[in-house]
């Protein structure tokens, strides 16, 4: 194995990054996530990693690793090779290998509440920057118990926001990242859970 996968922090998984997002954990790179492609399946293929983290696939036999949404593509790599993909913002990233047909995976990156509380709104972190270009944001909102989504931030390139309604109660909050270059999104965050009274 590579030094830089030998020196990678031991994977988290996805239940204590999800806490740790939620808890508002630095979002500093730092972490690193290694997936391996071999044969026809990437392992794991479902990988949920903090904002800013560096997702690392190796490869055994020669794959892609291509983004349903146009986010990344590695090209061919054969044995020994890899590559790396910092993880920024907010959203689920499907992803599949071009040469093998059902050769699929997942990226999901949480949003993030940086501080606040009930009394005063919440910090919204759905990216570790403001969007480079050809990217942008979404964030939506709904009362829980309701059913429509309601716009929060649309295709905004700012990284955080204070969420912070006139009226009290419970929400739920998503984010996703926009490939505005190539006019295609990213899956919705996981939700996540708010109280403003
Ligand atoms: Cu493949």
């Known amino acids: 194995m590579r030094i830089r996968t030998l020196l990678a922090p031991v994977a988290l998984g996805a239940a204590a990054l999800t806490t740790a997002a939620v808890l508002g954990a630095p979002s500093a790179v730092g972490g690193g996530s290694t997936i391996s492609a071999s044969g026809v399946t990437f392992t794991p293929a479902n990988t949920t990693v903090a904002q800013g983290t560096s997702v690392t696939w190796s490869f055994t036999g020669t794959h892609t690793t291509t983004s349903d949404q146009a986010f990344w593509n590695s090209g061919n790599r054969s044995t020994g ?21 059902g050769m699929n ?6 949003l993030r509440v940086t501080g606040g509380s009930e009394g005063s709104g919440w910090t ?10 050809g990217r942008a944001f979404d964030v939506q909102y709904r009362r829980t118990g309701t059913t429509a989504w309601r716009s929060f931030r649309t295709d905004t390139t700012a990284a955080t926001g204070l969420f912070n309604l006139a009226q009290s109660g419970t929400y739920q909050l998503r984010a996703r990242t926009s490939n505005t270059a190539q006019d295609r999104e990213s899956g919705w965050s996981p939700i996540i859970t708010r109280t403003l009274s």
């Open 124 to 133: 919204l972190r759905w990216s570790t920057a403001t969007a480079g270009a």
């Open 105 to 110: 995976g997942s990226i999901t990156v949480p």
């Open 81 to 101: 090779a890899t590559y790396s993909q910092g993880m920024k913002s907010a959203g689920k990233f499907p992803y599949h290998c071009t040469i093998h047909a």
